[in-house]
């Protein structure tokens, strides 16, 4: 099976998180993610986080740190899923892609539904 590497940034302003809606046709789509997407091969993981948020956020990353790795099979799909947090950054982050965007507080997203490998991530957010 495919296994793809993937970076998502956990943007966060003081008890806020930024989430974005995933588009229907797309893998695990209607579901809220962490913006982010693939790493290119040979790509780091840091890399492909500054990337992917310059290009569906708009931002530009300060500062980003590691906060878990998830590895899930979703069937049809292998992912290992690199979680940054990232509380530094130039720009306001917006839908660059016309994604539908949400600054969210913490104790508020486990009202959000989130493909199955954010359950670990969602539940340490909000423990
Ligand atoms: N960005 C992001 N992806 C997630 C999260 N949770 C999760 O399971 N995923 C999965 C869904 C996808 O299989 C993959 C993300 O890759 P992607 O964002 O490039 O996916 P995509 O469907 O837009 O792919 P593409 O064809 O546009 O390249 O990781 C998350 O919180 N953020
Ligand atoms: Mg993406």
Request: with cysteine; net charge negative; aromatic share 10%.
């Amino acid at each position: 099976m495919k296994l793809v590497r993937v970076s998502a940034g956990i943007i966060t302003r003081n008890d806020q998180v930024f989430i974005a809606l995933r588009k229907p046709d797309q893998h695990q789509g209607d579901l809220w993610e962490f913006p982010g997407g693939k790493c290119d091969q040979d790509e780091s993981p840091e890399s492909a986080l500054v990337r992917e948020l310059e290009e569906e956020c708009g931002i530009a990353v300060r500062r980003c740190v590691l906060f878990k790795t998830v590895s899930h099979d979703y069937g049809d799909k292998l992912v290992e899923l690199f979680f940054f947090q990232v509380d530094d950054f130039e720009g306001e982050p917006s839908g660059q892609e016309g994604q539908e965007v949400r600054w969210v507080s913490m104790s508020h997203l486990l009202s959000y539904d989130f493909p199955e490998a954010n359950k670990v991530i969602v539940e340490a957010l909000t423990a």
